[in-house]
């Protein structure tokens, strides 16, 4: 009984100090400001109007509380770190929803920060299947995506070439396990 008391004292302190949007910062014409800022950057991927809004809106409402004092008290690192993990996260919310969003396929030029986002995403996919298996398999991907795309990647891939890939760089992994 006792540990359960302060277990509950103890999540209610986390709670009661969690953060909340600073009302100076997030006023709302930050909020719209922010708001038409990534409706417009996520309009080529997303052209359905209402299903860009509600990702939108869902974005907005998280980055208000991962970082109440608004965009400029983070680094870009940080905003842009941010920004992939929500952008997963959103994800992974519409997929257990069973909605699945089309997104507009477009090429991106390979860069180091491309191919950081790459193995950040395989990691935390893949992480329920053992240490460094995200970070070999995504390794084995970028070495045969850019085969494929030497100078710019189509994205999203197409499910046909990942499939196929994730698989073979699965074996591949396998195998030197089993070496």
């Given at each position: 009984?006792?540990k359960?008391?302060?277990?509950?004292v103890?999540c209610?302190?986390?709670?009661?100090?969690?953060q909340?949007?600073?009302?100076v910062?997030?006023?709302?014409?930050?909020?719209?400001?922010?708001?038409?800022?990534?409706?417009?950057?996520?309009?080529s991927?997303?052209p359905?109007?209402?299903?860009?809004?509600?990702?939108v809106?869902f974005l907005?409402?998280?980055?208000?509380?991962?970082?109440p004092?608004?965009?400029?008290?983070v680094?870009?690192?940080?905003?842009?770190?941010?920004?992939?993990?929500?952008?997963?996260?959103?994800?992974?919310?519409?997929?257990?929803?069973?909605?699945?969003?089309?997104l507009?396929?477009?090429?991106?030029?390979?860069t180091?920060?491309?191919?950081?986002?790459?193995?950040?995403n395989?990691?935390?996919?893949?992480q329920?299947?053992?240490?460094?298996?995200?970070?070999?398999?995504?390794?084995?991907?970028?070495?045969?995506?850019k085969k494929?795309?030497?100078?710019?990647?189509?994205?999203?891939?197409?499910?046909?070439?990942?499939?196929?890939?994730?698989?073979?760089c699965?074996e591949v992994?396998?195998k030197?396990?089993?070496?």
């Open positions: 009984m006792k359960a008391l302060i277990l509950f103890f209610s302190l986390i709670w009661t100090c969690k909340k949007p600073n009302p910062i997030w006023t709302k014409e930050y909020e719209q400001g922010f708001y038409n800022y990534l409706d417009s950057t996520s309009k991927m997303t359905d109007s209402i299903k860009r809004a509600k990702y809106a907005i409402k998280r980055y208000k509380e991962e970082i004092n608004g965009i400029n008290s680094s870009k690192d940080s905003l842009h770190n941010l920004n992939n993990r929500l952008g997963r996260e959103y994800a992974i919310k519409e997929r257990n929803e069973g909605n699945i969003t089309e507009i396929s477009h090429y991106e030029r390979w180091p920060i491309l191919e950081k986002d790459f193995k950040d395989y990691v935390a996919i893949f329920s299947m053992g240490p460094g298996f995200g970070e070999k398999l995504c390794d084995c991907m970028i070495g045969r995506l494929i795309y030497p100078d710019s990647i189509l994205l999203p891939i197409p499910k046909d070439i990942n499939r196929k890939l994730n698989l073979e699965a992994i396998k030197r396990k089993s070496i």
